[in-house]
Every structure is written in C-alpha cells, then in structure tokens.
C-alpha cells in the first residue's frame, strides 16, 4: 500500500462566500483588490495558490479548499487535493485543484473528488463558468479529473515553480 501523502500548503487569497477578487502581488509582498466580481456570484470555496508553484498559465497553481468556515487573505491551510477541474480562460488551460482542509475534521472521510457532494462539484462548475460573463471574458470548464492528475499537476507545477526565473510570477497588473 502507498504512503499517504503529506498535505500540500495553500496562500488563500480569496475567503468562500466573497465577492471580491484579491490577488497576491509577488513583487510588493502585499494582498490587493483586483476587482469585485461583475457577476452576482461569489467563491464556492476558499482560493488561493501554492507557493513555489508555476501553473501553465505563469501563475502560482491555484487551489480551491473546501472549509466549514471561510478563513482570509493570507491564511496558509494544509489542505489534502481530492481533484482538479479542467479548464481553460482567456489566458489559456488553467487547472483548479480541488481540496479540503485537512485540519477541519468535518473533511476527514473526504479522500477523494468522488467523496464530495455532487451539487457541490456542480456548484464550483457553475460558478467557473459564469463568474467573467458579464466582463465578456471567456472560461470554459471540460470537467474533473481524479486525485492522481490532481497530485501530477501539483507535481509538474512545483517543478516548474523550482526552474523558474528569479522574478516572481503573477505579479499584480
């Protein structure tokens, strides 16, 4: 039987339930207000990124962890990946992986995407799908994929994160 993995650490950027997108700005240290959501929709989930990481689309790989309370910009929580969603945005393929916080005992039997309420997935879906509407912005959501993709993007994302140029990425505008 395989080792269990260790929990991966997520920056949270933005608390579930919020209509205001924060972003981290690497190079002045400091949490932002990118822009309040246009649309009528707020975070499904608590979101944020791993540090150290680079996602295809040059920003830290982004994580959404599924909390019984929302937490705020710059909490680190030890998460377990149970998923990612697949999708893609105007900046191209941008991965969202799905976890849960580990050091909530309300998430402990959650293992893996298939542990986690259907209409929840559904919500999370949705709200990826129509949260840059009314921007006219385009993001459109292929699916979920399973934990070990959810563990081999991590994994690619933290090798490209260590290969990295010096500067940050994902600096803030």
């Not at 959501?37 to 990481?53: K, M, R």
């Not at 990946?81 to 039997?109: C, E, F, N, S």
């Not at 934990?147 to 993007?153: G, L, P, S, Y």
């Amino acid at each position: 039987m395989d080792e269990p993995r260790r929990p991966i650490e997520v920056t949270v950027e933005i608390p579930s339930g919020s209509r205001n997108k924060y972003e981290y700005d690497h190079e002045r240290h400091r949490f932002v207000l990118d822009r309040v959501l246009y649309s009528s929709v707020h975070y499904p989930a608590d979101y944020g990124f791993i540090e150290g990481s680079m996602a295809e689309d040059g920003d830290p790989l982004d994580v959404l962890v599924l909390i019984a309370e929302p937490t705020f910009p710059g909490c680190v929580v030890r998460a377990r990946p149970v998923g990612v969603l697949d999708m893609t945005d105007d900046k191209g393929h941008d991965y969202k992986i799905l976890a849960v916080a580990h050091d909530d005992p309300r998430w402990d039997r959650v293992v893996t995407m298939e542990d986690v309420s259907p209409h929840r997935l559904l919500e999370i879906e949705n709200f990826f799908e129509t949260y840059k509407t009314l921007e006219k912005r385009a993001s459109d959501v292929q699916g979920w994929l399973g934990i070990d993709d959810a563990w081999r993007i991590i994994g690619e994302a933290m090798a490209a994160g260590a290969k990295a140029p010096t500067t940050e990425p994902g600096t803030w505008r």
